[in-house]
């Protein structure tokens, strides 16, 4: 009974959460395909575990963003190689022109940004976290997580601009 209980909670958790979960792996790694492995691996690693991987636990999203991230750096380096950020379609488009522009530039500009503060920046404002908890689920310090972000807008702003 006690397996059955696990797989029905990360049943509720993957109904939860893969949408969101896929989204944020595109934007911090930038391969649909490698996204979807990545989330894959993160479910398949909870189910493998059950219950105990989650004992403790105090906020499961929060858990699962972590662990997706880190999975996606984790098979980045696993791979050995730096490929291109390609821009991926995120969600359904809007149907209006202007705002699809807007999410591509945006996109491209989320390119040039290396792995660490495009996840920051993902979290930030992507998963409207603060700081605090971004270093706390990246299991990073506070300070590098602001200087990622200080690194980082400067740049984001920098293409924005130069790509109108």
């Known amino acids: 009974m006690g397996h059955e209980l696990a797989v029905a909670s990360i049943d509720g958790l993957f109904a939860a959460h893969h949408g969101r979960l896929l989204r944020l792996a595109i934007l911090v790694g930038g391969d649909p395909s490698a996204a979807e492995d990545a989330v894959a691996n993160v479910f398949a690693r909870l ?4 219950e105990r991987q989650l004992v403790g636990v105090g906020d499961p999203a929060a858990y699962l963003n972590r662990a997706v991230v880190n999975e996606v750096r984790g098979a980045a380096r696993r791979a050995h190689r ?4 390609s821009i991926p379609r995120v969600g359904p488009s809007t149907g209006f022109e202007e705002a699809v522009e807007d999410r591509d530039r945006v996109l491209r500009a989320l390119a040039g ?9 993902v979290l930030r404002f992507y998963e409207d976290l603060t700081e605090p908890t971004i270093a706390e689920q990246l299991d990073i310090p506070l300070g590098t997580v602001k200087s990622a972000l200080s690194r980082a807008l400067p740049i984001l702003r920098n293409r924005l601009k130069d790509d109108r």
């Open 47 to 50: 189910l493998r575990r059950g």
């Open 82 to 85: 730096r490929e291109r950020f």
């Open 113 to 121: 940004l290396n792995h660490r503060q495009r996840a920051v920046v």
